[in-house]
């Protein structure tokens, strides 16, 4: 066994993949975590739409994918927030005009170009080929700045989470750490994207963080559960899908979910015992 | 010079003012409660006062010592914090976070803050329980034990014991009493006229602006108190 995985991590394409998914996956956790709590789930969803559609132009327009793609999703999380604070079209409503109308000029884009072939399911479903030297480069570059950005303001982060109206009133700057996290959230999802697909992406946000909320009690162990738990599915799922030659992203997905089972029914037991 | 000045307040949303011609100011030491009816713009004002809310018209002229490090606050309980998996600890403690500081952990001080607050509310022994799990009254204590942490000298409650039994209300209004007594000063907006004729210093009635203003006896024997306490008088 040890000798079949070790050939499997000589190929180049799934050490890559390796790396980009774990750094991926831990920053998704981190972020998850205060997301979930927010309420702001579906922004995470949303902004993959817009990765998508962002990706879909970049390829249309020949412009390099990265380059266009994260500014673009930085920009989108910038206006999510924004609709959602201005209470006259209601949060959910606005994240779901934007996300279906960035899917759509995405599918409009990709098939003017190559005709709706198999680079639209490589978006959509996530390739682990997709990775290039430089996306590796990239990737752990912003991922480092994601995860340093978020352990340095952790404690802000709490206090937001937990209550923006104390946060506010005793002169924290609520608007720019809910901006702060958005901006992380978008890094990420774009980041994650094309290995785990569009459609994919925002679960590594949300399983993780539900998973160790299920038995967890303590915000900072909620946070470290939720990057181990995180990071395990996506090594784990690499695997699995190396070895069963399914694709990586819903492979990911589906060991999420398993393991989201297995915690809830931990959770279950041990209420029950007290 | 008061702690707080407010001249000529106008408040709305969008458009529609809530209550207008707001004048009283909040001197050191005071407590003051501020009454009346729902809708009649008492939540509306705290957040003014808190800066949560630009007024329509008028100003808030804070002291030139009373920074916005000093203000503490406790506000109504949000669905979120419901089902918050947090620490009784890790909550009180965020009540010190560095506002505008660039430090980005929290001090040794800043623990031994938390601890002690924790102590004088009588939650040492929660610090370790998940928020989610306490009841009403033990989530109300660790949330003033936060605000203790930030409030250097003022401290905000807004309707700190709405759904409280009657002896954990008592109690938090005991608890609140002696933080007056300590030289606090408290401003609280409440439903519980009784509790608020008694403990409070001063009465701030609204009701779309200012019916009354003035201390807790003379608002007991004005016709708005008299009629808005009504016959139900405790003692």
């Given at each position: 066994?040890?000798?079949?995985?070790?050939?499997?991590?000589?190929?180049?394409?799934?050490?890559?993949?390796?790396?980009?998914?774990?750094?991926?996956?831990?920053?998704?956790?981190?972020?998850?975590?205060?997301?979930?709590?927010?309420?702001?789930?579906?922004?995470?969803?949303?902004?993959?739409?817009?990765?998508?559609?962002?990706?879909?132009?970049?390829?249309?327009?020949?412009?390099?994918?990265?380059?266009?793609?994260?500014?673009?999703?930085?920009?989108?999380?910038?206006?999510?927030?924004?609709?959602?604070?201005?209470?006259?079209?209601?949060?959910?409503?606005?994240?779901?005009?934007?996300?279906?109308?960035?899917?759509?000029?995405?599918?409009?884009?990709?098939?003017?170009?190559?005709?709706?072939?198999?680079?639209?399911?490589?978006?959509?479903?996530?390739?682990?080929?997709?990775?290039?030297?430089?996306?590796?480069?990239?990737?752990?570059?912003?991922?480092?700045?994601?995860?340093?950005?978020?352990?340095?303001?952790?404690?802000?982060?709490?206090?937001?989470?937990?209550?923006?109206t104390?946060?506010?009133a005793?002169?924290?700057?609520?608007?720019?750490?809910?901006?702060?996290?958005?901006?992380?959230?978008?890094?990420?999802?774009?980041?994650?994207?094309?290995?785990?697909?569009?459609?994919?992406?925002?679960?590594?946000?949300?399983?993780?963080?539900?998973?160790?909320?299920?038995?967890?009690?303590?915000?900072?162990?909620?946070?470290?559960?939720?990057?181990?738990?995180?990071?395990?599915?996506?090594?784990?799922?690499?695997?699995?899908?190396?070895?069963?030659?399914?694709?990586?992203?819903?492979?990911?997905?589906?060991?999420?979910?398993?393991?989201?089972?297995?915690?809830?029914?931990?959770?279950?037991?041990?209420?029950?015992?007290? | 010079?008061?702690?707080i000045?407010?001249?000529?307040?106008?408040l709305?949303?969008?458009?529609?003012?809530?209550a207008?011609?707001?004048?009283?100011?909040?001197?050191?030491?005071?407590?003051y409660?501020i009454?009346?009816?729902?809708?009649?713009g008492k939540s509306t004002l705290m957040r003014a006062l808190l800066r949560l809310k630009?007024?329509?018209?008028?100003?808030?002229?804070?002291?030139?010592?009373?920074?916005?490090?000093?203000?503490?606050y406790l506000a109504q309980?949000?669905?979120?914090?419901?089902?918050?998996?947090?620490?009784?600890?890790?909550?009180?403690?965020?009540?010190?976070?560095?506002?505008?500081?660039?430090?980005?952990?929290?001090?040794?001080?800043?623990?031994?803050?938390?601890?002690?607050?924790?102590?004088?509310?009588?939650?040492?022994?929660?610090?370790?329980?998940?928020?989610?799990?306490?009841?009403?009254?033990?989530?109300?204590?660790?949330?003033?034990?936060?605000?203790?942490?930030?409030?250097?000298?003022?401290?905000f409650l807004d309707e700190?014991?709405?759904?409280?039994?009657?002896?954990?209300?008592?109690?938090?209004?005991?608890?609140?009493?002696?933080?007056?007594?300590?030289?606090?000063?408290?401003v609280m907006v409440s439903?519980?006229?009784?509790?608020?004729?008694?403990?409070?210093?001063?009465?701030l009635?609204m009701?779309?602006?200012?019916?009354?203003?003035?201390?807790?006896?003379?608002?007991?024997?004005?016709?708005?108190?008299?009629?808005?306490?009504?016959?139900?008088?405790?003692?």
């Amino acid at each position: 066994m040890i000798e079949y995985i070790q050939v499997m991590f000589s190929y180049t394409f799934i050490l890559r993949a390796l790396v980009v998914g774990v750094l991926v996956s831990l920053c998704a956790s981190l972020l998850g975590v205060s997301l979930v709590l927010k309420r702001y789930s579906m922004i995470g969803d949303g902004l993959s739409h817009v990765g998508f559609g962002a990706i879909a132009l970049a390829t249309a327009l020949n412009f390099a994918p990265m380059k266009f793609t994260v500014p673009v999703v930085v920009i989108a999380a910038v206006l999510l927030l924004r609709v959602s604070e201005s209470s006259k079209i209601k949060g959910d409503s606005a994240i779901a005009m934007i996300s279906t109308g960035a899917l759509a000029v995405g599918i409009l884009a990709a098939s003017m170009t190559t005709g709706m072939n198999t680079d639209i399911n490589s978006y959509l479903f996530g390739s682990i080929l997709a990775m290039t030297k430089e996306d590796v480069v990239l990737s752990g570059t912003l991922s480092a700045i994601v995860i340093v950005l978020f352990l340095v303001f952790y404690n802000r982060i709490f206090a937001v989470t937990f209550d923006e109206t104390f946060a506010a009133a005793t002169g924290t700057r609520v608007r720019a750490y809910n901006m702060l996290i958005a901006v992380l959230t978008s890094i990420t999802v774009v980041l994650g994207m094309r290995m785990m697909g569009a459609l994919l992406i925002s679960s590594l946000i949300i399983f993780p963080s539900l998973t160790a909320m299920r038995v967890c009690k303590r915000f900072k162990s909620v946070i470290f559960m939720s990057a181990v738990v995180s990071v395990l599915c996506f090594i784990a799922g690499l695997i699995i899908s190396y070895f069963a030659s399914t694709p990586t992203g819903a492979t990911v997905v589906v060991i999420n979910i398993g393991i989201y089972i297995i915690f809830a029914l931990i959770s279950r037991l041990l209420t029950r015992k007290i | 010079m008061p702690l707080i000045t407010c001249k000529n307040l106008c408040l709305g949303y969008e458009g529609v003012t809530v209550a207008r011609d707001i004048s009283f100011s909040i001197e050191k030491g005071d407590y003051y409660s501020i009454v009346g009816r729902n809708g009649s713009g008492k939540s509306t004002l705290m957040r003014a006062l808190l800066r949560l809310k630009s007024p329509d018209s008028g100003e808030v002229i804070y002291s030139d010592d009373l920074k916005q490090d000093d203000i503490g606050y406790l506000a109504q309980q949000t669905p979120v914090q419901k089902d918050f998996p947090a620490s009784v600890g890790e909550v009180v403690l965020s009540g010190c976070v560095k506002r505008g500081g660039l430090l980005p952990f929290y001090t040794a001080e800043d623990r031994k803050k938390a601890d002690a607050k924790m102590e004088l509310l009588g939650i040492s022994g929660l610090k370790n329980k998940c928020f989610r799990e306490l009841s009403g009254g033990q989530q109300q204590r660790a949330l003033l034990a936060r605000a203790l942490c930030a409030a250097g000298k003022i401290l905000f409650l807004d309707e700190p014991v709405t759904g409280l039994d009657p002896v954990v209300t008592t109690e938090f209004f005991e608890l609140i009493n002696n933080m007056h007594k300590q030289g606090m000063t408290i401003v609280m907006v409440s439903h519980d006229i009784h509790c608020a004729v008694k403990y409070s210093g001063k009465i701030l009635h609204m009701d779309g602006g200012i019916l009354f203003n003035g201390t807790a006896e003379e608002y007991k024997n004005s016709e708005t108190g008299a009629v808005y306490i009504g016959g139900h008088r405790h003692d």
